[in-house]
T-cell receptor, first 113, second 118 residues
Framework: AQSVSQHNHHVILSEAASLELGCNYS??????LFWYVQYPGQHLQLLLK??????LVKGIKGFEAEFIKSKFSFNLRKPSVQWSDTAEYFC???????????FGSGTKLNVKP | GAVVSQHPSWVICKSGTSVKIECRSL??????MFWYRQFPKQSLMLMAT?????????EQGVEKDKFLINHASLTLSTLTVTSAHPEDSSFYIC??????????????FGEGSWLTVV
């Protein structure tokens, strides 16, 4: 069974709007958390990852995510989106004790110029 | 950075035949490799987890006799789709977890293999 859920399936924003994509996981043990982006016709690209330390993680292209352990969440944020951020975003969780690596269902982001 | 190579990138096969996809870690040893399939406009679905030298662990709903996974060495895992049917057409991706490091920062992805069964 999948252990990570993304509730926003499709998000449409205008340029310069702020972005927050939700990601929740359902596992009480040690996890490592990731956000990937997939641009149209391209392969997965790692945006950022969390495995320990500061729960606020900064990634590439101005993205950041915050790990809130009490909420089992790892939401992705960007203060001001650009048209070039149009892509699909996947949250993923590595379940340390089970040695499993699951992806969420993805969120399609459409940024209107 | 670490490289995971998948081969072939594209393959077309006839219905009823078998096709093998290779996943190699080129500059590190991979204790664990994960196999996913991704249908168009959908997410990556974990099919199985393979550990070097042991049998693969399949996710619920994945037929282990149809999707044969072998992880014979620390740098190579193979996925064989046996008796392929058109519904097996998909994008198959492997990822590899490197050995001896903190997990989480050492999972690398292959570029994927497009399988079309005609």
């Amino acid at each position: 069974a999948q252990s990570v859920s993304q509730h926003n399936h499709h998000v449409i924003l205008s340029e310069a709007a702020s972005l927050e994509l939700g990601c929740n996981y359902s596992y009480g043990g040690t996890v490592n958390l990731f956000w990937y982006v997939q641009y149209p016709g391209q392969h997965l690209q790692l945006l950022l990852k969390y495995f320990s330390g500061d729960p606020l993680v900064k990634g590439i292209k101005g993205f950041e995510a915050e790990f809130i352990k009490s909420k089992f969440s790892f939401n992705l944020r960007k203060p001001s989106v650009q048209w070039s951020d149009t892509a699909e975003y996947f949250c993923a969780v590595f379940l340390y004790n089970f040695n499993k690596f699951y992806f969420g269902s993805g969120t399609k982001l459409n940024v209107k110029p | 950075g670490a490289v995971v190579s998948q081969h072939p990138s594209w393959v077309i096969c006839k219905s009823g035949t078998s096709v093998k996809i290779e996943c190699r870690s080129l500059d590190f040893q991979a204790t664990t490799m994960f196999w996913y399939r991704q249908f168009p406009k959908q997410s990556l679905m974990l099919m199985a987890t393979s550990n070097e030298g042991s049998k693969a662990t399949y996710e619920q709903g994945v037929e282990k006799d149809k999707f044969l996974i072998n992880h014979a060495s620390l740098t190579l895992s193979t996925l064989t789709v046996t008796s392929a049917h058109p519904e097996d057409s998909s994008f198959y991706i492997c990822s590899a977890r490197s050995r001896g490091r903190t997990p989480g920062n050492t999972i690398y992805f292959g570029e994927g293999s497009w399988l079309t069964v005609v």
